[in-house]
T-cell receptor
């Protein structure tokens, strides 16, 4: 089983719909992150959380919200989806300190 | 502001043709330099962490090195299965949030 699991893997929806992407991890890491990846733009940080009671905005948080339900669960919501939010979304986790991130396999989101 | 620049953007090699990928960084107080491999439709897979200038790490045909301004990922005698996008990321002591480069897309032809 994957250490970092994202659901759904693919989603097609319409403009204006509310969407939730979920991430769960079995690595026991305190830190969790949400990124989006667009061709030519690389990975961009949306939100991050260093523990259950800590939520921080990343460089592109507008139009997104998050919830850290437990140490192992971190969900990303798009309250009213728009076409330019079409992208590949990744969840990542890391241990405290100068440790690398570990990524899920992503959610491919298309907004029509 | 921390910056990471990877070059080249794309690289095509023949099987067995060794080469290097570059990752230049400007950070205040480097805490770590990470290399990842990303296959199409998959999340980045962690390869190496380098913590100080002069450090080297190896795994199969890959060797990562670090200086005070850049890191190199050397690929020796690559095989087609080494084809992927390689990402590097720097971690500074200020925020503990990695800064990613845009990656190098490597294609190895048989």
């Amino acid at each position: 089983d994957a250490d970092v699991t994202q659901t759904p893997r693919n989603r097609i929806t319409k403009t204006g719909k509310r969407i939730m992407l979920e991430c769960s991890q079995t690595k026991g890491h305190d830190r969790m992150y949400w990124y989006r990846q667009d061709p030519g733009l690389g990975l961009r940080l949306i939100y991050y959380s260093f523990d259950v009671k800590d939520i921080n905005k990343g460089e592109i948080s507008d139009g997104y919200s998050v919830s850290r339900q437990a140490q192992a669960k971190f969900s990303l919501s798009l309250e009213s989806a728009i076409p330019n939010q079409t992208a590949l979304y990744f969840c990542a986790t890391s241990a405290q300190g100068s440790q690398p991130q570990h990524f899920g396999d992503g959610t491919r989101l298309s907004i029509l | 502001e921390d910056q990471v620049t990877q070059s080249p953007e794309a690289l095509r090699l023949q099987e067995g043709e060794s080469s290097s990928l570059n990752c230049s960084y400007t950070v205040s107080g480097l805490r770590g330099l990470f290399w990842y491999r990303q296959d199409p439709g998959k999340g980045p897979e962690f390869l190496f962490t380098l913590y100080s200038a002069g450090e080297e790490k190896e795994k199969e045909r890959l060797k990562a090195t670090l200086t005070k301004k850049e890191s190199f990922l050397h690929i020796t005698a690559p095989k087609p299965e080494d084809s992927a996008t390689y990402l590097c990321a720097s971690l500074s002591g200020g925020s503990y949030i990695p800064t990613f480069g845009r990656g190098t897309s490597l294609i190895v032809h048989p």
